[in-house]
């Protein structure tokens, strides 16, 4: 883990569209205040008025995968500064849904743009962030990966909700965004908790509490089944 001093918590989920990681963040933030820690819950592209602007643009607008990579890190730029360092600072648990992982997942893997110019972008916008040192990036200490088979995903999305840009993208898109964040992951494997999410939901949650306990982010619940 990276060190974000003062007892901060930087938390993602990620996966493709449909992968089910909104249904559990309810449970992730009680499970948290549960044991006393004041939770931040926010979201990529997102998270301030400025970044939500640029979100319903990223997610509405048809543009080439550079604007796009510069609009979600300049999203992430005012997230950061506005919401994240702040709440690391006061010693919260930042809870988001979705990260850079998405941008090289989404922009690298699944729209072919330039990873080089994704790192290059990465590290103007996190590299010494949240009083860490300049040589290194703020990421986040874990990384909640719902991996799940694009066509499951399809299935489960298709009449769920209006698709948005990205959601209406063909299954081999999601095949490629799913390659990106399995690369993504290898790269950085004790950043990420991998999770099984073609399981049934509780079994899905059960597989999430289990790994944030086994690495000390959650304690155990008391009484629960072992
Ligand atoms: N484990 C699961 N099994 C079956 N369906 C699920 C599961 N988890 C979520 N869903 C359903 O799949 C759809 C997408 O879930 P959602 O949590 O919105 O995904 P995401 O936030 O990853 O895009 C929703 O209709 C949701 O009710
Ligand atoms: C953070 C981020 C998200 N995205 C995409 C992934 C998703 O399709 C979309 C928004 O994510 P999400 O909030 O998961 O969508 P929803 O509200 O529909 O559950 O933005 C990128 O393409 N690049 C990024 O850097």
Redo the contacts with the bound molecule.
């Keep these: 883990m990276s060190s974000i001093s003062n007892g901060g918590l930087f938390l993602t989920l990620e ?10 963040l309810d449970a992730l933030e009680a499970r948290f205040k549960a044991q006393g820690r004041t939770v931040v819950r926010t979201r990529e592209p997102g998270g301030t008025p400025l970044a939500e602007t640029l979100r319903g643009l990223v997610l509405e607008q048809p543009m080439n995968p550079l604007t796009e990579s510069l609009l979600v890190f300049a999203a992430r730029c005012d997230h950061i500064a506005q919401v994240i360092e702040p709440a690391l600072a006061r010693g919260e648990v930042v809870l988001c ?1 979705r990260f850079t992982d998405a941008t090289f997942a989404y922009q690298g893997a699944g729209r072919g743009f330039d990873t080089a110019v994704l790192a290059t972008l990465e590290q103007w916008v996190q590299a010494g962030r949240a009083g860490l040192p300049a040589s290194q990036l703020l990421q986040p200490q874990v990384t909640v990966w ?1 991996d799940l088979a694009p066509e499951i ?1 399809a299935q ?2 298709a009449g ?2 209006v698709p948005d840009k990205f959601e209406a993208q063909p299954v081999e898109f999601f095949r490629r965004v799913a390659q990106g964040y399995a690369a993504r992951a290898a790269a950085d494997a004790s950043r990420f908790v991998r999770i099984d ?5 509780d079994q ?1 949650w059960q597989q999430i509490d289990t790994a944030l306990v086994a690495r000390g982010v959650l304690s155990p619940v008391q009484g629960a089944a072992r």
């Design positions: 996966g493709i569209d449909g992968a089910g990681k909104s249904s559990h849904d719902f995903a489960r999305l769920a909700r999410a073609s399981q049934a939901r899905v």
